[in-house]
C-alpha cells in the first residue's frame, strides 16, 4: 500500500480501510478509525467557518488526549500547521512561542498536574490569538457532535498539498532563543513509514504512547504513525509505573516505545508479590540513554519482546537510524543502529572532510526528510544546512565500518535531563531576567536519578545577595521545571578566554 502524503489523508485512509477497527482507546471511550475520521472532518469544518487557512498556525498546549489528535486533524485538513507546546512551560515560554508563531487559536486543558494553562498566560500580550479553546471542557471544537458538510471537507482535502507544512515543532540552541523546525507532510509520512517498517510496528497493534504529543517521538512517530499502519494509540496523559503495567494488561499492549527506566520498572514489578501480565509485548523502542547488553537480554527473555530496538533522531530532521530485527544485544545496546532508507550520514572532522570507519568525527545527515528550515530565522537556517543540504547535528560519534553509528559526545552545550534536551543559552537567557543576577553560566553535572541537572554559576548584581534557594524558587516559577537549575554557586567573575567567550570546561571542572 503506498503511504499516503498528507496527515490527514493517513486518517481518511484507515477510515476507509479499516472503519470498525479500534483507532484510540481510553478509559471512558473507544474510537474506531471511522468515527476518528468523522470527528476530525467536523473539527476541521469548525476551523474553515472560524477562517482558518493554509499559511495559519495553531498552537496545542495539552497532555496526550485523543482531542489533542482530533484537533491537530482538523487543523491540519485546512492546510494550516501546528504548534505544539511543552506541558511543562510556564506562561513566559508558551507565551514568547505564540506571539513568534502568530497563532490563531490556543487549545488547552483547564488542570493537568495542578497547572491551569490559561491563567499562566494572564500577563502576556499575544495580539494574534483570536480565542483559547478548551480539550477538556464544552468550548471545544472536538466536542461538537454537528452534521459534516462532506463537500466543505472534500475541497479542503483535494487542495491539501503535500509539501504543506504539517507543524512547527521548537528546539532550543546555543543562541538561548528557541528555533521553530518547520517540516512538510510529505516529509513526516515518508520518513516516518519507513521508521515503523524498521521497528515492525504493524496493523492491529496496541501502541502504549507514554512519549508527549508535543514531541516528534510522540507524535509523529506516536499517533501519525499509528494512523498510517493501523495500529491502535492508547494515549498515556501522565507517565506512571503502576497505571503503565495496568494498561499493558487491560488492552493488551505489544508496541511500547520508551527510555531504558521504563522496561527496567516493568522488570521490578516481576519481583514483586503479584507477577503481571506481559505477555502481550512485543516491541520496545528506546534511545533516549544508554541501554546495558543485559537490559536488552532481559526485556527479551523476562518481558518477551522480541523485538528490542534502539535508535537516534532530532527535531530538525525525526528519526535518522535505528537498528534492526535480528541484531545482536550489544549492537542494540552500543549503537543507535544504521540510517532508515534514504538518509545519508556522513561522519566528519572539523574541516568537513570524512573521516575513517571507527574514527570520531562529527554526524552530518542529508534526506528528502529535512526539516524546510528554522521559521523566520534564515542565518540560522544557514548555519545549520549548508549549501549542499547537510544538516550539521552537532553530535559527536563513531560510524562503524557496517555504517552504524554510535554517539559519544556532544558538540554543543546541550545536556539531558531526565529525558529532556537542556540547553544552556536558552536557560541562561531566562535567568537573566532575574533582578539580582549580572551573569549566569549553566553547566550540565551528573545526577543519580536524572543522569544530568543543570548548576548555574552566578555573579550577582552590586548590592544584592540573592541565595540559591530564591534563585531556585524564581527558577521554577518562570521555566519548565526540567531546565531548573538544581545547584547554584555564587563566584566573583565567569572564567573566559581571550575573545571573552565563556570558559564552560573550567566551570565543569570545577
Not at 528528502?368 to 544538516?391: C, E, R
Not at 529532556?420 to 539580582?436: D, K, M, T
Amino acid at each position: 500500500m503506498m503511504a499516503p502524503q498528507t496527515i490527514p489523508h493517513a486518517a481518511q485512509n484507515a477510515a476507509s480501510l479499516w472503519p470498525d477497527n479500534p483507532a484510540i482507546i481510553t478509559e471512558d471511550k473507544t474510537w474506531s478509525f471511522s468515527q476518528l475520521w468523522d470527528d476530525a472532518q467536523r473539527c476541521g469544518e469548525k476551523f474553515l467557518r472560524a477562517g482558518l487557512k493554509r499559511g495559519d498556525r495553531i498552537a496545542i498546549w495539552a497532555p496526550n488526549l485523543p482531542e489533542w489528535i482530533i484537533t491537530a486533524l482538523g487543523a491540519q485538513i485546512t492546510g494550516a500547521s501546528i504548534v505544539p507546546l511543552n506541558t511543562r512551560f510556564k506562561g513566559r515560554e508558551a507565551g514568547d512561542l505564540l506571539r513568534r508563531t502568530k497563532a490563531k487559536f490556543l487549545f488547552t486543558v483547564k488542570d493537568f498536574l495542578g497547572a491551569d494553562y490559561s491563567d499562566l498566560l494572564k500577563s502576556e500580550d499575544l495580539p494574534d490569538l483570536e480565542a483559547i479553546h478548551y480539550l477538556d471542557g464544552e468550548n471545544s471544537f472536538a466536542a461538537d457532535q454537528e452534521d459534516i458538510d462532506h463537500t466543505v471537507i472534500s475541497e479542503a482535502m483535494d487542495s491539501l498539498d503535500p509539501d504543506t507544512f504539517a507543524d512547527i515543532i521548537f528546539t532550543s540552541g546555543t543562541t538561548g532563543a528557541p528555533k521553530g523546525a518547520m517540516t512538510t507532510h510529505k516529509a513526516a509520512i515518508n520518513l516516518f513509514t519507513a521508521w515503523a517498517d524498521r521497528v515492525d510496528l504493524r496493523r492491529g497493534d496496541r501502541y502504549l504512547i507514554i512519549n508527549p504529543f508535543f514531541h516528534t517521538f510522540g507524535y509523529k512517530a506516536g499517533w501519525v504513525i499509528a494512523l498510517a499502519k493501523g495500529a491502535t494509540i492508547v494515549p498515556l496523559p501522565i507517565f506512571d509505573i503502576p497505571e503503565t503495567i495496568r494498561q499493558i494488561e487491560k488492552n493488551g499492549i505489544s508496541f511500547l516505545p520508551g527510555p531504558p527506566t521504563i522496561y527496567q520498572s516493568l522488570l521490578q514489578a516481576l519481583g514483586g508479590k503479584r507477577r503481571p501480565d506481559f505477555s502481550s509485548l512485543r516491541v520496545a523502542v528506546t534511545g533516549a540513554a544508554p541501554v546495558a547488553p543485559a537490559l536488552v537480554d532481559r526485556m527479551k527473555n523476562e518481558l518477551g519482546m522480541g523485538n528490542v530496538v534502539n535508535g537516534y533522531g532530532m527535531t530538525e530532521h525525526g528519526a535518522i537510524s535505528m537498528t534492526c530485527q535480528g541484531d545482536d544485544d550489544e549492537t542494540v545496546a552500543n549503537t543507535c543502529g544504521c540510517p532508515l532508507p534514504g538518509v545519508e550520514v556522513r561522519c566528519v572532522d572539523d574541516a568537513g572532510c570524512d573521516v575513517d570507519a571507527g574514527e570520531i568525527g562529527e554526524f552530518w545527515i542529508r534526506s528528502p526528510f529535512l526539516m524546510s528550515g528554522y521559521m523566520d530565522d534564515p542565518k540560522a537556517t544557514a548555519d545549520t544546512i549548508n549549501s549542499d543540504g547537510w544538516l550539521k547535528t552537532g553530535d559527536v560519534g563513531i560510524m562503524n565500518a557496517a555504517g552504524y553509528l554510535k554517539i559519544t559526545d556532544r558538540k554543543k552545550d546541550m545536556y539531558i535531563s531526565g529525558g529532556f534536551n537542556c540547553y544552556p543559552a536558552e536557560i541562561e537567557s531566562i535567568l537573566a531576567g532575574h533582578p539580582s543576577v549580572e551573569m549566569v553560566a549553566i553547566v550540565a553535572v551528573p545526577d543519580e536519578r536524572m543522569g544530568e541537572v543543570g548548576k548555574a554559576f552566578i555573579v550577582p548584581r552590586p548590592n544584592t545577595s540573592p541565595s540559591a534557594d530564591e534563585i531556585i524558587a524564581w527558577s521554577r516559577e518562570n521555566m519548565a521545571n526540567y531546565k531548573v537549575p538544581h545547584r547554584v554557586e555564587f563566584i566573583d567573575e565567569l572564567p573566559k578566554n581571550a575573545g571573552g567567550k565563556v570558559l564552560r570546561r573550567v566551570l565543569r571542572e570545577a
